[in-house]
């Protein structure tokens, strides 16, 4: 299991849309995966942070929660604001202290920002639409195959008895 870098107790595995995150529940730090944050955080802020991991010229603090090797505090300004987040270039995780994740911007959902509200309702319709055609078929070729299984079966009793 993966531990606090800061407070040195097991790391909690929680859910989110996006994949799994490990948050400390004493220090409310967090370890998420690069992979996790690209459908999170912005591109260009997530492109900035690896950059800087790969460059080798920052401080180590501490150790990866995942990995335990010495990892480097990347700082990254954010309105007006430098933060400072430890970033393993082997592991690909990001470890936020506190309120750290908060304050980053986060990703807008780039259908919803670009649609009018015409596109977006004809977006849901057609969304309705798909969800309907695959439940039709879904449901069909579950009845296909227990008619198969049946067959297989009766067959099977058949020549069971030869």
Wanted: aromatic content about 12%.
């Amino acid at each position: 299991m993966y531990n606090c870098p800061e407070c040195k107790i097991q790391l909690n595995k929680s859910l989110n849309p996006a994949g799994i995150i490990w948050t400390c529940p004493t220090c409310s730090g967090k370890a998420i995966s690069v992979y996790v944050l690209k459908k999170l955080i912005p591109d260009n802020i997530i492109n900035k942070l690896w950059e800087r991991a790969k460059s080798c010229k920052y401080n180590v603090r501490r150790e990866c929660p995942i990995c335990n090797k010495s990892i480097p505090e990347v700082p990254i300004v954010n309105e007006d604001k430098t933060i400072y987040l430890d970033i393993c270039a082997k592991c690909h995780f990001i470890w936020f202290d506190g309120q750290e994740y908060e304050s980053l911007p986060k990703r807008e959902k780039e259908t919803e920002k670009e649609l009018s509200p015409e596109a977006r309702e004809a977006l849901a319709k057609f969304q309705v639409k798909i969800a309907d055609e695959r439940y039709e078929y879904v449901y069909d070729n579950v009845w296909l195959d227990m008619g198969q299984a049946i067959v297989e079966t009766v067959l099977f009793m058949i020549f069971r008895r030869f």
